[in-house]
């Protein structure tokens, strides 16, 4: 895999255009003036989860005694229940959410940018290919950076495209999600009965 298509890969995962709805909703209680540190914080959470996962994720395996496969199959199947529910939203959004007070690391820090997915993913990218590690950090850098300038510009983005329009967004994305979700699916039944 390409690092430009690993960065697009773990965007779409991230999700931000679907996420904004639901950032928006959970920060709504939070003051004006707070939002904008305590969403630079949530992000860098994330950024510091995600890479702790595409470092460690070798260790991981191998401590739990997995193989890249079941993380592969695992992860295919947890980014395509996301898939179908972007696809076909229920009450509160993708994951769910609570409103009344300040988010602290969850739901946004997780699992809404760094979800169960994206770290499957890495998992996968750092088993994949151990000696492609800087591609992998600029990837996930991407991918992160592009959904925190989305996240960070939420009311722009919400103004130019609407509700409609983030509907539309999030649903195209949940089936490039649907596609991405089987394929993972298939590689890890693939490399499995070989």
Sequence with gaps: METLSAAVMLFLIMDPLGNLPIFMSVLRHVEPKRRRNVLIRELIVALVIMFLFLFTGEAILSFLNLRAESVSIAGGIILF??????????????LGHDGGQEPFVVPLAIPLIAGPSVLAALLLLAHTDPTRMTDWSFAL?????????????SGVFHRILGERGLIAIERLMGMVLVMISVQMFLDGVAEYLK
């Design 81 to 94: 229940l996301i898939a179908i529910k972007m696809i076909f939203p229920t009450e509160g959004g993708v």
């Design 141 to 153: 850098f991407g991918a992160w950076a592009a959904s925190s300038a989305i996240l960070l510009f």
